[in-house]
């Protein structure tokens, strides 16, 4: 595996430090912008892995590096996972703030007020 058939990885591991980057300032649009080319660069590596596997048996700086790429995943995956979380549960409240303080029910369509009996009943908020 000569240093040209590294260069998956060394685009890879720029990447998901651009991605660790953009995670931090909250730039989400900014990874999603990245999954193609991730996803590419991983297939490669994928590709070549038996020769990579090989290599590494007798580079100590590749293992570590590998090392370091595996440590990478791990973080922005949590760092996402943690992200995505947050963001379902951020909608859930909205959700449920929007039902239980909105207008639902009490104008039409067109904007016009229904009849008295239509609307809903006033709920508690009790989960201040």
Known sequence: ????????????????KRE??????????AVGA??????RLLTEL????G??????ERDEKL????AALKEMLSANGARIAHLRDTMGGLARDLASLQERQGLGGLYGADGST????????QRLNREA
Do not use: F, H, I
């Open 63 to 66: 293992r570590a590096r590998l």
């Open 51 to 56: 020769a990579l596997a090989e290599r590494a």
């Open 46 to 49: 994928e590709a070549g892995q």
């Open 34 to 39: 990245e999954l193609e080319e991730k996803s």
């Open 1 to 16: 595996m000569s240093d040209s058939t590294l260069a998956p990885l060394t685009a890879l591991e720029k990447l998901l």
């Open 114 to 121: 229904r009849e008295a009996g239509v609307a809903n009943p």
């Open 20 to 29: 660790a980057g953009a995670l931090a300032r909250g730039e989400g649009a």
